[in-house]
């Protein structure tokens, strides 16, 4: 399984961006996706998933709300649609599938994708 996370770019707060992770190789809907962010000097933090089926999603609280995650099966695609930006939610925003869900934990998914920065000024 392939992951590249793409739609990174430097924003104003209160704007929105769309992340898009393009997933490629085996079935794409036998994975669960999730989302997880890395901001300068800190450790990887996790943003929110979703379900193989899309039916399910969930997120950190503080993206609750603002953040919401789909996928398109069609297209083998996982966005994560960012909304009311805040400077606190710039990193490096990566993508990743795995078979566990629910999953917060980094370890319990399989594959990576690159990151893509996103970066909020004031």
């Known amino acids: 399984v392939q992951l590249q996370a793409s739609g990174g770019g430097l924003v104003q707060a209160g704007d929105s961006l769309r992340l898009s992770c393009a997933i490629s190789?085996?079935?794409?809907?036998?994975?669960?996706v999730g989302w997880f962010r890395q901001a300068p000097g800190k450790d990887h933090n996790f943003v929110g998933a979703?379900?193989?089926?899309?039916?399910?999603?969930y997120y950190a609280e503080s993206v609750k709300g603002r953040f919401s995650i789909s996928r398109d099966m069609a297209k083998n695609t996982v966005y994560l649609q960012m909304n009311i930006l805040k400077p606190e939610d710039t990193a490096t925003y990566h993508c990743a599938a795995g078979r566990a869900w629910p999953e917060i934990s980094m370890s319990r998914y399989d594959y990576w994708g690159q990151g893509t920065q996103v970066t909020v000024s004031s």
């Open positions: 979703i379900s193989w089926s899309g039916g399910s999603s």
């Open positions: 190789g085996r079935t794409f809907g036998n994975y669960a």
